[in-house]
């Protein structure tokens, strides 16, 4: 057992998510004790690499916790997938959600389950996070997405929006993410707080996107959301994302040529030539955002490169001088 966190028993909530359920996806044999167990990751405040953890369950009861040291649980990974049948259990099984951003993962994925869900008759809902710093073209496409592949959509929406927090709290970077947390993750839990049967959230991460989200498992407890989130298509290569929105016939749109997201503009992660492309789509929403660096009281930029602070003011200088030399 793994006597470190046997008296609070951080795997309660774990176990209560799995209960009723057998995901083979799951199952592997324990590099610790060598018996058969189901291969977590518990979400701990910190550390970009999570933990991982083998349950021994009987009779739907943990009876043991093993935790895998770092070389054990790098070579556990790659036995751990994602099987169809474990999906279809989970939609015939638990109220069904998808995170739908309208970009070209989240898309796919939920092409992918709505054809799974159609077949056996389950329920799925789609949740859009209008995130108020989001382009609402991403919006209109993600509502006709919806109606055409007749699935039903929620859309949900932060208490306070993005524009008024980013004057209080300044603007988000990669290491001060206060946006995913207020703009997503909490509007996401409030709604699904309110769904009192047992549920599962499916979303589209992958593998390929980046070395942090290769580390990542497939299937998790999620401690917002209060449930499993699935990651159907974790494994799947970029082309294969690709075909599979053509070859379905989905309605197509510009947003998913520009390489970055458009669901929100919060600033954290985007690129200079993210910004440019903005310039060109909606000059609204970059004055919106010039207007944020302006009042920001501690002088910080959307865009911090090579050591040196760029306004979007300067940026958009830059752009008309590149247009006025062609």
């Not at 751990?80 to 959600?97: C, H, Y």
Request: charged letters at 30%; proline letters at 4%.
């Amino acid at each position: 057992m793994d006597s470190s966190n046997s008296n609070n028993k951080w795997w309660a909530p774990i176990e209560e998510a799995f209960a009723g359920i057998n995901l083979k996806s799951l199952n592997v044999n324990c590099p610790k004790c060598k018996e058969k167990g189901l291969i977590i990751t518990r979400w701990i405040k910190g550390p970009t690499l999570k933990p991982i953890y083998i349950l021994h369950i009987k009779r739907e009861k943990v009876r043991e916790v093993c935790e895998l040291d770092q070389e054990q649980s790098n070579n556990i990974r790659d036995k751990v997938s994602i099987l169809e049948s474990d999906i279809k259990r989970l939609l015939k099984s638990r109220k069904s959600f998808i995170l739908f951003s309208g970009g070209k993962d989240s898309l796919a994925t939920l092409v992918y389950l709505k054809d799974f869900a159609k077949k056996d008759g389950n329920d799925l809902t789609a949740i859009y996070v209008d995130t108020t710093a989001g382009l609402p073209e991403n919006t209109k496409y993600v509502k006709k997405v919806c109606k055409y592949l007749e699935v039903n959509l929620k859309i949900v929406r932060p208490k306070v929006d993005y524009f008024t927090l980013a004057k209080e709290w300044g603007i988000p970077s990669f290491k001060y993410r206060w946006c995913c947390r207020e703009l997503k993750i909490k509007p996401i839990k409030e709604y699904l707080d309110s769904i009192k049967e047992q549920k599962v959230v499916f979303d589209g991460i992958r593998a390929a996107e980046s070395n942090v989200r290769k580390q990542y498992m497939p299937i998790w407890y999620h401690p917002s959301f209060k449930c499993l989130s699935v990651s159907p298509i974790f494994y799947w290569p970029d082309d294969d994302v690709i075909a599979y929105i053509n070859n379905n016939g989905i309605p197509k749109t510009l947003l998913h040529s520009l390489g970055t997201s458009t669901e929100c503009w919060c600033g954290a992660y985007k690129t200079i030539a993210d910004f440019k492309k903005l310039y060109e789509l909606s000059r609204d929403m970059f004055y919106k955002l010039t207007m944020v660096e302006d009042e920001n009281k501690n002088g910080y930029t959307f865009i911090y490169e090579n050591g040196q602070k760029i306004s979007l003011r300067d940026l958009e200088k830059e752009i008309l001088k590149e247009k006025e030399m062609k």
